[in-house]
Each structure stands twice: as C-alpha cells, then as structure tokens.
C-alpha cells in the first residue's frame, strides 16, 4: 500500500500534466514523468516506496482518462476538427504502436532513447532560436512608432494608429499572411473574415435610422452574435460595442470595435483583416488616412491549382476580389506579389514591414510572374474565362489569346460561413422588419422557426466531401502526417513517448493553435481507450506484483489521482486564452525540452 507522500508526489505529477495536456493538446505524459523522475532521483523509490514505471505509466493513463471527457468538450471539435490530421495520424499510429512493441525485446532502448532525447533537444533548440530571432525582430519593430494620424472623424476614439486591410485575398490567404509576419509583428492582430461590411451593408435599410438608439442596438446585436458564431467567437458584449461606437452609429464603427475586441484581446496594437467587396468610400469616411491596404496579387492559375474547392467558385471569386482591389486608390495601397515572396521571402517580408511600420509606401518590387504549371485544359478555360480581363489588367499572360467563353454559373461562392451565421444572415433581409438578435435562439432562428431537415443521406455525402477534399490530390502535407503519425506510434510502442514527432511536425506545418490543440486531443482520446483495453487484456509481468494492474489496497492514489486531474483541466484550459500563436509555440518548445531531458536521465539511470 501507497504511502502518503507517494499519493502526494503522483498527484503533484499528475496536476502539471493535465495543467500541460489542458492547455495545449499535448504534454501530459511529458510533463507526468518529468515530475516522476524528479521524485525517483530524489530518493522517493528507497525512503517511500515509489512504484516503478510501469505501474506509473498505469496512474498516468487513470488521470488521462478522467480529463477526456471534459477536454473534448472545451475544445470546440464542431468548429476546430480536421479529417486530414485525424484520417493520416490516427491509423498510421494504430500501425506503429505494434511495430514498436514488437521490436522492444530486439531494440537497446536505452540507446534509442538517448538517441531520440538528444534530438529532441536539438530540434527544441532550433525552435528557440528562431522563436529568439521572431522576438528580437518585434523587439525592433515595436521601437518604431506606428504612423498615428489624428481625423476629425473617422476614429473610435481620439488618437488611433493605422489599420490594415488584405484586398484581393480570401481567409487562407490571411492564414498564409499571418503565418508569413505574425511571429515577428505581435504588435498585429489577425482576426478572422468576417466580411462584416460585406454580409450587413445590403441589410442596413431594414435597420432604419442608425441614430435612434433602438435601430443602432438591434445592429450591435446583429453583428455580434453573428460574430459569435464564427469559427473563432470572442464573446462579445453588445452593449460594451456600442458603447465604444459612441456618436459614430456606423457600421463601420461597428466593425472597428469588433476589431479593436479582438486586438485587445490578444495584446496587440492594431489589426490586419480581410474585407470582400467594394467599400472603400465607407471605410474613408470612418477611417480616414489611417486606412491602409495591402493588395495580394497572385495568379488564379496557381491558386486553383492548389485549391481543394470548387475552381468556378476559386476563380469567380478571386476575379470578383481583383476588381475591387484594383479600384482602390494607390496612395492607400501596398502591392504585395505571391510569387516575389516564394522567390525571396526574406526581402519581401522586410519590405512588407517597413509599410506596416509607416517607413515606407513603395510596392513589393517584383512584376507579377505568370505561373508555368500545368493545369487542365477544361480547367483552363474556365479559369482564363473568369478571370481573362482580371489577369492581363494585373500583369499575367494568359494563354488563351482572346478571352474564351463560358455559360456563367448565377451562383458564387460564400464567404467562409459557418451555418450559424448562414442561418442568421437568413433570418435578416433588406425588405423586413430587423428583429434584435437576442430573440433568436442559440442556432440563429427566430421564435416558431424551426430548422431547415438536412436527412442523414445527405449529411453523410458531406461529410465525405469533406473528406475527399482534404485528402486528395495527395500533398506533401499529408505524406508528412502519415509519416510522423508512424513514427508516433513506433515510438509509443518501442519507448512509451508518442508527442515529439507530432510536436515536431506542428512546428513545421503551422496550424491554428485552436486545431493544433482540439486534433491534439483527439488523438490523445484514441490513445487512451487503445491503452486502456490493453490493461483490460493484458496482465501485468510477475514483476509487477499483482495479478491485475489496479491493485487494491491503492484505490486512494487512484481517487487522489482522478480529483486532482479533475481540478487541473480548468487550470489549463484558463491558461488557453492566454497562448497566442507564439506563446503556443514557446510551450511545445518546452514540451521538447523537458522531453529530451528525462529521455535521457532515464537512459543514462538504467544503464548505470
């Protein structure tokens, strides 16, 4: 029987790796054996009876199993999962893990954990460096002072820095963005397309005269609750909104004070976003020469090439966002080639911040380059169809010497749109009386209206869909999961550690900490039922002194264990709000740190 200091060193153990495991997808075996060793190094195996490893590893799967439930629910897995991570890691795991277990009794463990330990390290090592060489460069960037023009109007608020806006790009292009500067320009918010002034301008005549308070608070709530019901909702109080509105009862107001939330929100000074359509004479008149564009220009070749979605919707889309970006006018504007930053990142990146800092208006200093890919002859057509007037206007050669002719689609392509805001952009037309959105229920339906049925056939086709789509064509990416996914159950199977080739493969191929996080835990659950059946089928070795692994006499270490981690998820999922994309970074690099230390502590101990 467990004696109390034991009970309190598995629980202090199990606290830091749920704590770990809560806030970041990932650690909890990492951090729960770093803290065991500690105590097996101090002495806890001789004075108190520390159990070994085995029966550890047994304690540790009770405290993962108890948070599960609870993490999988805070993670948001509606909005945040990925059949591509889950459909490639998942399975190759189930095949490495008995692979490694096979060749346990062949393998010097001992010797492959030094190994793995010291690479670890050395990768961790890598990462900081770069995550040194981000925080220097925003260490320089900040000692600039952002270019603050003060307007009569126009602002929220007195004095005000410069906003940015992407022109002539979709959300994966400001994915792309804020993974190509956000690390090294923290002082920028990215908020996700909301294409507020897109969804709500053609709706402002239901709402009435803006000025009376009635009329502006039912917009207010509009518009927050559609925000809300985004992919990455901020919770938003729309009577703080208005209140940051103060006299300017626009709806671009509006959409600077859901800005200004999420900027403040994640410790920066100022904001870069995507807003579709043809509203610049809108957004002058709020923001006066504090607005600033940056005009991506990229070929509709290429980008369909690369697209998984439907290429008349890719183009159409594209042709229709160049029209608006091409008419806006160029003192505002920073022109930024795709293809100048694949062929020389490191300057063109440098030019970009020099106009982010107010140094400098001059434009990405590469012509466009016409793509030299292959793409469909059909798929051509309908791309230089589309786009013909669009591509020659910015500089692309298209093939075709005329532009060819295609029967338009009436349809075109949303606008990243959950199906709560599909729902309640529904609910709100131009020819009727706006309600305030606090009377629709939690899906965006007004009262008596019931939900659009979507039978299970069809929901079940969509799924696939998805599905196909983000499977194929295969991608480097996807080699790239499978390939680490192997590794990750080789390496659970072989040594009983399974995060660092994820944790490496995440470093990277960036991700949405969100994802990264909520994809992290689902693999974690499926690890845990597999660890679980196994100690349902398999008995422990006569070493470990029981005939079954729960022994007993220390079910109050189990209950101990199962509280404790119970009381830590909390702790860490607080701590989530407070990881940013480079905060989050940071973590895994310390999960690989203390990783690669207790790999080879351990090793060097059983060798010795």
């Not at 390496?491 to 009983?496: D, N, P």
Request: aromatic share 10%.
């Amino acid at each position: 029987m467990v004696n109390i200091p034991v009970i309190a060193h598995f629980a202090a153990a199990t606290f830091f790796g749920n704590v770990a495991f809560s806030a970041m997808g990932f650690g909890m075996a990492i951090c729960y054996l770093f803290v065991y060793q500690i105590g097996a190094l101090a002495g806890l195996t001789e004075c108190c009876g520390l159990p070994g490893l085995k029966q550890a590893v047994f304690i540790q799967t009770i405290g993962m199993t108890v948070i599960q439930p609870i993490v999988l629910w805070k993670v948001n897995l509606r909005q945040n999962f990925r059949w591509d991570l889950i459909l490639t890691m998942v399975p190759m795991q189930m095949i490495g893990a008995p692979l490694g277990q096979i060749l346990q009794a062949y393998t010097p463990s001992e010797v492959l954990k030094i190994i793995v330990g010291v690479v670890t390290i050395l990768v961790a090592g890598w990462q900081a460096f770069n995550l040194w060489r981000a925080w220097r460069a925003a260490r320089a960037t900040n000692s600039y002072k952002m270019v603050e023009v003060t307007t009569e109007n126009g602002t929220n608020g007195d004095h005000a820095g410069n906003v940015f806006l992407l022109a002539g790009a979709r959300e994966s292009e400001r994915v792309w963005l804020q993974g190509l500067i956000g690390d090294r320009n923290p002082h920028i918010a990215f908020p996700p397309s909301l294409n507020i002034l897109e969804h709500f301008t053609p709706l402002l005549p239901s709402y009435g005269d803006l000025n009376k308070d009635e009329s502006f608070t039912s917009l207010v709530e509009s518009v927050c609750q559609f925000v809300d019901a985004s992919s990455e909702p901020l919770g938003l109080v729309p009577g703080a909104i208005a209140q940051v509105c103060g006299d300017q009862r626009t709806l671009p107001a509006v959409m600077e004070a859901v800005m200004d939330r999420y900027t403040e929100a994640r410790n920066a000074r100022t904001w870069l976003c995507v807003e579709a359509g043809e509203h610049h004479e809108a957004l002058t008149s709020h923001f006066g020469s504090r607005l600033k564009y940056i005009h991506l220009v990229r070929d509709p070749r290429e980008l369909c090439h690369n697209s998984n979605s439907d290429l008349y919707g890719v183009a159409d889309t594209w042709s229709r966002l160049q029209r608006a970006a091409t008419s806006l006018p160029s003192a505002h504007v920073y022109t930024l080639h795709y293809a100048a930053v694949i062929e020389d990142k490191d300057s063109q990146v440098e030019q970009l911040e020099e106009f982010l800092t107010g140094h400098s208006v001059k434009k990405s200093g590469n012509k466009p380059v016409s793509w030299n890919g292959q793409l469909a002859d059909d798929k051509l057509h309908t791309v230089e169809a589309l786009c013909y007037m669009e591509m020659k206007s910015l500089g692309f050669k298209p093939k075709s010497k005329k532009k060819p002719k295609l029967e338009r689609r009436g349809d075109e392509e949303e606008l990243n749109l959950t199906d709560k805001q599909r729902a309640i952009l529904n609910n709100l037309t131009s020819d009727t009386v706006v309600v305030a959105v606090s009377n629709t229920d939690q899906n965006g339906l007004l009262p008596g209206q019931r939900k659009p049925h979507v039978d299970n056939k069809t929901k079940v086709k969509r799924v696939f869909k998805n599905i196909s789509q983000e499977l194929w064509p295969i991608r480097p990416v996807i080699v790239w999961m499978c390939v680490c996914g192997l590794l990750s159950g080789f390496l659970a199977g072989l040594i009983g550690v399974r995060s660092p080739p994820l944790i490496i493969f995440f470093f990277l191929y960036e991700f949405p900490p969100v994802q990264v996080k909520a994809n992290g835990a689902v693999i974690a659950a499926v690890n845990t039922v597999v660890r679980i059946i196994t100690y349902v089928c398999n008995p422990p070795p006569e070493e470990y002194g029981s005939a079954s692994w729960f022994i007993a006499e220390d079910i109050w270490l189990y209950v101990v264990v199962a509280v404790v981690a119970i009381t830590a998820s909390p702790v860490g999922l607080y701590f989530t709000k407070y990881l940013n994309k480079s905060g989050y970074k940071v973590g895994l690099t310390a999960l690989l740190i203390v990783n690669g230390v207790t790999m080879i502590t351990t090793a060097l101990l059983d060798l010795i």
